[in-house]
């Protein structure tokens, strides 16, 4: 909560307390300001649901001329409908809040009167807090006297001990040269009170309007920038939410892919094992051929000359078959390694 925020009578009274200006004992006047502190935090958090509740009539009102200038999509009936329930919602929400509003400057009104009577009775005590004073002058001067003889012990020794001390030692001027000022200032407001209270008084109405309405710009303003972050924030959802939709789907489809390399590999493993038996088959055929045709040939050279002529074409016949089987099966093989190892590297 800034100073600009608070009423001059409770600056006032708040520079007075703090430079010993108050009546009674320190537990009372915490008190006062923390009472002053919960009442004004309490009219602004009035303040702040008056100008949410104006904030949301400006942009139902906002999107009805919207979609009446046919700057939107047409939407359908129950949503128009319900859109219509929450702007009467809204207005009410913002009358009731300018209600209590109005009836907390009333009480605000009030607690101003009762804490200026206060401080007019806080001008008696004018001597004994300014002994006060001086006496938490003389404390905090000895205070940082003994800060300073103790700040020797944590220096390093006969490094920059002088630069440290001459430091502290401003500060401790400083420190009585911002006192002085918060008397002198303290003694200036008393003796400017009562002409600022009487400007006051001829100008609390007007103030009032002043600060409506500036209110109001600062609302309509502060408006058209929530629209335009809004509007950006729902651009960069979308974007991000397109952004998702295509790595979904990216990933479903490599996926798919994914689950049809390891089906073709597993086909292609089983024609292999196929084929590989196959050729194993056809091996063993062909070790047996190759065992009869020993057998033949030894039986050949044992026959007469036209009974071979009759045999050797039969023999060759069935030879060029099975080599033909063969060559082919190879080929078949070789390729089906290829096709594998090419998906296997994909």
């Not at 729902?234 to 790595?247: C, D, K, T």
Request: hydrophobic share 30%; proline share 1%; glycine share 4%.
């Amino acid at each position: 909560m800034g100073n600009a925020e608070f009423p001059y009578v409770y600056r006032l009274l708040f520079s007075s307390y703090s430079t010993g200006g108050g009546g009674g004992g320190i537990g009372e006047r915490e008190r006062l300001v923390l009472e002053v502190t919960k009442f004004y935090r309490e009219r602004n958090r009035l303040a702040r649901i008056h100008r949410k509740a104006e904030l949301r009539v400006l942009t139902s009102l906002r999107r009805r001329r919207q979609s009446r200038d046919g700057a939107t999509e047409e939407v359908d009936e129950d949503e128009e409908e319900s859109a219509e329930m929450g702007q009467v919602d809204w207005v009410s929400q913002a009358t009731q809040a300018r209600e209590a509003l109005v009836e907390a400057d009333r009480a605000a009104q009030a607690q101003e009167l009762h804490y200026r009577l206060l401080l007019e009775e806080a001008r008696g005590n004018t001597a004994t807090t300014a002994k006060q004073v001086s006496a938490s002058m003389e404390k905090f001067t000895e205070d940082q006297r003994q800060l300073v003889k103790r700040s020797f012990s944590s220096l390093p020794p006969e490094r920059d001990r002088q630069n440290v001390v001459e430091n502290l030692l401003n500060r401790q001027k400083q420190a009585q040269e911002q006192i002085k000022q918060a008397r002198t200032s303290y003694y200036s407001l008393l003796l400017r009170k009562q002409q600022e209270e009487k400007e006051l008084k001829e100008n609390q109405e007007h103030y009032d309007d002043q600060v409506c309405v500036s209110d109001m710009v600062r609302l309509v303003v502060e408006t058209e920038a929530f629209t335009e972050e809004t509007s950006i924030q729902e651009n960069s959802i979308s974007v991000h939410q397109a952004s998702l939709r295509q790595m979904a789907e990216k990933l479903t489809k490599l996926c798919q892919q994914k689950d049809d390399f390891e089906e073709s590999i597993t086909k292609v493993k089983e024609t292999l094992n196929s084929l590989s038996k196959q050729l194993t088959e056809e091996r063993n055929k062909l070790r047996d051929l190759s065992k009869m045709q020993a057998k033949t040939q030894l039986l050949v050279r044992t026959l007469q000359p036209s009974s071979r002529l009759l045999l050797d074409p039969v023999l060759a016949r069935d030879l060029e078959e099975k080599l033909a089987v063969k060559h082919k099966l190879e080929d078949e093989i070789s390729r089906l390694k290829q096709v594998c190892g090419r998906e296997v590297r994909d």
